[in-house]
């Protein structure tokens, strides 16, 4: 065990510290009310055995972890009290000593149950099973936490912590509960961590202004029904194994959050959840058997975020999915979307994975922003009726492996300002009519395989600032690439089969960006390049078969940077 002690700087050498600590302390009964007194004495380190004076410390650790921090770490990440006899300097057996004097012999300073104003206790790496049931006078804590601390054992004298808000425990396993937790009445967040081999009393059912109940990656065994008396939760978070979800967590009329994560024999959620009908959010991710939903979700009127990730038994939604009217992000892994989809007119971001099919309706989602669809290589068509979705700004497909084309209707997404299309191996063409997105700001087009060619309609994107086309198997770049009259950064990277540049390139005077790394069958730059009078960085690095550059690039009057074969030079002006 390691000792530490802390000693704060701003109270100067030991001997002044332990003067106005002995000063205080002769003052404390006398002037209660001293608010000068007050503040010296919660920031004070001690050299001595100043547990006696009851000092009004408001926070303490300890810890019994040899590899702790150090002292200087400590004070700034906890605003510590840690303590230490006067005399650790010269004891030889200091090095047992650790954080706020504690002995490996003795489990808990009993300085620590005399301090009277004490708010908030952390204890780290406690070897000792039994926390002393002396802990119960230490009634003015607000925040208990253990952490690290094997085999530990509440005594049922924390019922006496009336004034607890938070009780934490991390790192705790096989932690033994008492069923007096339940009087902890005050109690809003209580949060379990890393805790295996948990068993949850019944008794948790009295807390009944809990906000916030958290089991991470726990092995809870199964959750009391009791749980469903928690009246005034708000969030709900289960991360790791749990037998069952009780019935009774229809009962929370309050809940608001629920989130439920790597729970592996979850096969459904059970039908009293329509009566949450204060939900507003559900997470539902890494559940293997997950395989259905019930069609009560559709009672849950004010949910406005739904996220079902990495469950991959679930096949469909309930067609009662479209009763969900405020329903705002939807983010599922699933093959098939039902059509009463089109019911969600509140609905801004949409994320779908594993897709098979789209639906029709899917145009019928009025106020949708975002839209991503992704690893779904059984997608072979979008439905035209994506067209409709004017409130449209962005759309990102990536990953669809047999899908080769976009729709025509593409072209009618007026305000969309986002375009990606990223390792889509078969799509080969992009339709004439994506000039009609007027807004379009960025377009991004990366490892296409089969993309040999882009739309003159291209050159109808007036709006368009950033053009990203990469590895693609370009064979050509139109002339009407010359028309965009906005465009700031062009990228033209790895399109190793681009032998040439159209001339019209010269006539984008306000790119600053041009990016033609990689193109290795390139093997002229038309000398019209100068005529890009506000570019600033040029780069040509990997293009084996351009041998020269143009005279006028010397043109170029706003160039800083030109990098070729992998040297950057800086250009002076």
């Not at 109270?11 to 002769?26: F, M, P």
């Amino acid at each position: 065990m390691s000792k530490r002690s802390i000693q704060d700087s701003s109270l100067g050498e030991e001997s002044e510290t332990s003067e106005k600590i002995a000063k205080l302390s002769e003052n404390e009964t006398d002037s209660d009310d001293d608010d000068d007194n007050s503040s010296q004495l919660e920031k004070c380190v001690s050299h001595g055995r100043i547990g006696r004076a009851q000092l009004r410390v408001k926070e303490y650790i300890l810890d019994w972890n040899e590899n702790s921090d150090s002292e200087d770490d400590c004070v700034d990440d906890y605003g510590d009290y840690c303590y230490k006899d006067s005399d650790d300097e010269n004891d030889d057996d200091s090095k047992d000593k650790n954080v706020a004097g504690v002995d490996r012999s003795i489990p808990y300073p009993q300085e620590l149950f005399t301090f009277k104003q004490l708010e908030t206790l952390q204890v780290k790496s406690c070897p000792h099973p039994a926390v002393p049931s002396d802990i119960g006078s230490l009634t003015t804590l607000r925040e208990l936490e253990f952490s690290n601390c094997r085999y530990l054992v509440l005594p049922s004298s924390i019922s006496n912590l009336r004034n607890l808000l938070k009780l934490k425990l991390d790192r705790c396993p096989h932690s033994t509960l008492p069923s007096e937790i339940g009087s902890l009445t005050a109690l809003k967040e209580l949060e379990f961590e890393d805790c295996k081999f948990l068993q949850v009393p019944s008794s948790i059912g009295n807390l009944r202004n809990l906000l916030k109940l958290t089991f991470y990656s726990c092995d809870i065994g199964t959750l009391p029904p009791e749980i469903g008396k928690l009246h005034n939760l708000e969030t709900l978070d289960i991360n790791g194994s749990v037998g069952y979800l009780p019935p009774e967590i229809g009962e929370m009329q309050n809940l608001k959050e629920l989130s439920i994560s790597t729970f592996y024999d979850l096969v459904s959620l059970p039908t009293e959840i329509g009566k949450l009908v204060n939900l507003e959010e559900v997470r539902i991710t890494y559940c293997g058997r997950f395989s259905s939903l019930p069609p009560e979700i559709g009672s849950l009127k004010k949910l406005r975020k739904l996220y079902i990730d990495h469950c991959s038994h679930l096949a469909s939604l309930p067609t009662s999915i479209g009763k969900l009217s405020n329903l705002e992000e939807l983010c599922i892994h699933l093959r098939s979307i039902p059509p009463e989809i089109g019911g969600m007119q509140k609905l801004k971001r949409l994320s779908i994975a594993d897709l098979e099919s789209i639906p029709a309706e899917i145009g019928k989602l009025d106020n949708l922003k975002e839209l991503s669809i992704y690893e779904s290589d059984q997608l072979c068509s979008i439905p035209s009726e994506i067209g409709d979705l004017q409130e449209l700004k962005e759309l990102s497909i990536r990953k669809c492996n047999n899908l080769s084309s976009l729709p025509a209707g593409i072209g009618k997404l007026n305000n969309l300002e986002s375009l990606e299309i990223n390792d889509c191996q078969t799509i080969d063409h992009l339709p004439g009519e994506i000039g009609g997105m007027q807004k379009l700001k960025e377009l991004r087009i990366e490892y296409c395989n089969q993309l040999a060619t882009l739309p003159i309609g291209i050159g109808k994107l007036d709006n368009l600032e950033k053009l990203c086309i990469i590895a693609c198997p370009l064979i050509c770049i139109p002339a009407e690439i010359g028309d965009l009259q906005k465009l700031k950064c062009l990228y033209l990277a790895k399109c190793s089969n681009l032998a040439s540049l159209p001339a019209e390139i010269g006539k984008l005077d306000t790119v600053e960006n041009l990016d033609l790394s990689g193109l290795t069958h390139l093997r002229s730059i038309p000398a019209e390049i100068c005529g890009m009078q506000k570019l600033k960085k040029l780069v040509i690095t990997d293009c084996s078969n351009l041998v020269s550059l143009p005279a006028s690039i010397g043109k170029l009057s706003n160039l800083e940077t030109l990098s070729r074969d992998g040297i950057e030079v800086k250009i002076d002006k």
